[in-house]
């Protein structure tokens, strides 16, 4: 399966559009000083939405799309982060809540919509197309 790249770019949008609005909120919620606990908790929560709404536009390899998603959003954010000087440890944390929460999100988009055999015949069909010239 190739990687649509508009689509994993949308997607990326996505996730960090919910986070900003997760962060306001918790931020806006707290007061003058939001506990970093809070926007944990709106970050965890919105990237969850996030990744779920991913799964639920991309039915046909669906964890490679949300794999690849998780990856460059965490380039992208730990990019964005590493001009503030954060520290590897924090970076790793970042990746592993990533994943979590891309795991979640994309098991939540198995409950809202289900990959058809149809569709898995399709791809299927596609990427023997592919390998065979």
Known sequence: ????????VID???LFAL???GG???GAAAGQNPSVGSI???SFLMLTIGFCISGCKNLVGRWKHLLTVAI???L???GIQGLFFSSASRLLTLLVLVLIT???GGALSFLFVRTTKQAAKEDDHKETEQENG
Do not use: L, P, Q
Not at 1 to 8: A, C, E, G, L, R
């Open 72 to 74: 460059f959003y965490w």
């Open 76 to 78: 992208i954010d730990a």
């Open 40 to 42: 944990f908790v709106a």
């Open 102 to 104: 891309m795991g979640t």
């Open 24 to 26: 306001f909120i918790a």
């Open 12 to 14: 990326i949008a996505i």
């Open 1 to 8: 399966m190739n990687i649509n790249v508009k689509s994993v």
């Open 19 to 21: 986070t900003f609005i």
